[in-house]
């Protein structure tokens, strides 16, 4: 049974930095492709950042361009997401997601079959 567990979030000053992680089990990190996304109240959750399996580089959407870094540590079974320079506009809930088409980075939602439980990332201003 896969299972993806985030940690690291919480309330942080505007101009701060935070790093989320998420632990998968029940099967090797390289077994996805890997994304994290976020949901602010009465908003879609949207994509964030994606890493794969192809050799390429990491997927950021326009917001965090810069910004954000995602990373993996294949030994922990981990991925991670590195914030910084957060604005209040980044304060939403955070998601880790996996996607069996590993070789590839999608955006949508509905292309990741496994997903963390979520945890609040808040700036304040």
């Known amino acids: 049974q896969v299972q993806l567990v985030e940690s690291g979030g919480g309330l942080v000053q505007a101009g701060g930095s935070l790093r989320l992680s998420c632990a998968v089990s029940?099967?090797?990190?390289?077994?996805?492709?890997m994304g994290w996304f976020r949901q602010a109240p009465g908003k879609e959750r949207a994509f964030v950042a994606g890493?794969?399996?192809?050799?390429?580089?990491?997927s950021y959407a326009d917001s965090v361009k810069g910004r954000f870094t995602i990373s993996t540590d294949n030994a922990k079974n981990t991925v991670y997401l590195q914030m910084n320079s957060l604005t209040p506009e980044d304060t939403a809930v955070y998601y880790c997601?996996?996607?069996?088409?590993?070789?590839?980075?999608?955006?949508?939602?509905?292309?990741?079959?496994?997903w963390g439980q979520g945890t609040q990332v808040t700036v304040s201003s």
């Open positions: 997601a996996a996607d069996q088409a590993k070789y590839f980075t999608s955006r949508p939602r509905s292309s990741y079959e496994y």
């Open positions: 029940g099967r090797t990190l390289s077994s996805f492709a």
């Open positions: 890493f794969n399996w192809s050799g390429g580089t990491p």
